[in-house]
């Protein structure tokens, strides 16, 4: 059995994460021509390819891998995998209304259709403030636009969007936005 590939990026904002892009760079221009191929033309069962999606104005951890099970296991809807976005609101927000938004957030959202996004109510999630304008959120779920539009709810806008976790997996923080670096699955599994 060859050995799988592992890598944790730290994506930066203007690239998306698709194999191909007309307007767009894309995440696999920043990784290695050795490892494009890997995309292109697989030795294995399953493509080089990104675990789940960062949209265009997101940057932070993004995972790649060429192990679709590694890769389910993350994003499955049913295995409630943790997430964690570091978040600059583009109003500050006041102590009283602070208290406010994360309990909202704890009782889960109701978030209207959007043109690309289906209505439904997010799962309960964690909201911890750092200050006025900045704020860590934790969601259990990902779709489309999740974090921006249960912003937009509340009554705010996202100025800037940074993943910092994924599961088990936390964006180291030296590792400069671009860059990337190879890791074992099994360093992060619990005992």
């Known amino acids: 059995m060859e050995n799988k590939v592992y890598l944790m990026m730290n994506k930066p904002v203007g690239y998306v994460c698709s194999a191909v892009s007309d307007s767009h760079k894309t995440v696999y221009e920043l990784l290695s021509p050795e490892l494009q191929a890997l995309v292109q033309s697989p ?18 951890l993004l995972l790649f ?3 679709g099970y590694f890769s389910h296991d993350l994003t499955a809807p049913d295995c409630h ?7 600059t609101l583009k109003n500050p927000v006041s102590f009283n209304v602070q208290k406010e938004y ?43 636009h999740q974090v921006r539009r249960m912003i937009s709810v509340l009554g705010n806008e996202v100025a800037v969007l940074h993943r910092v976790k994924f ?8 590792l400069k936005e671009g860059s990337y670096i190879t890791f074992c699955k099994e360093e992060f599994l619990q005992p």
Do not use: M, Q
């Open 65 to 67: 891998t060429d192990d």
């Open 102 to 144: 994360s309990e909202r957030v704890c009782a889960g959202l109701y978030l209207p259709e959007e043109e690309k996004g289906n209505a439904f109510t997010t799962k309960p999630g964690n909201l911890v403030w750092h200050d006025e304008f900045s704020c860590s959120l934790t969601i259990s779920e990902g779709k489309f």
């Open 43 to 60: 030795k294995r069962g399953c493509r080089l390819h990104s675990v789940g999606r960062l949209d265009c104005d997101t940057s932070g």
């Open 81 to 87: 995998v943790v997430k964690t976005y570091n978040i």
């Open 167 to 174: 599961g088990p997996y936390e964006l180291p923080e030296d």
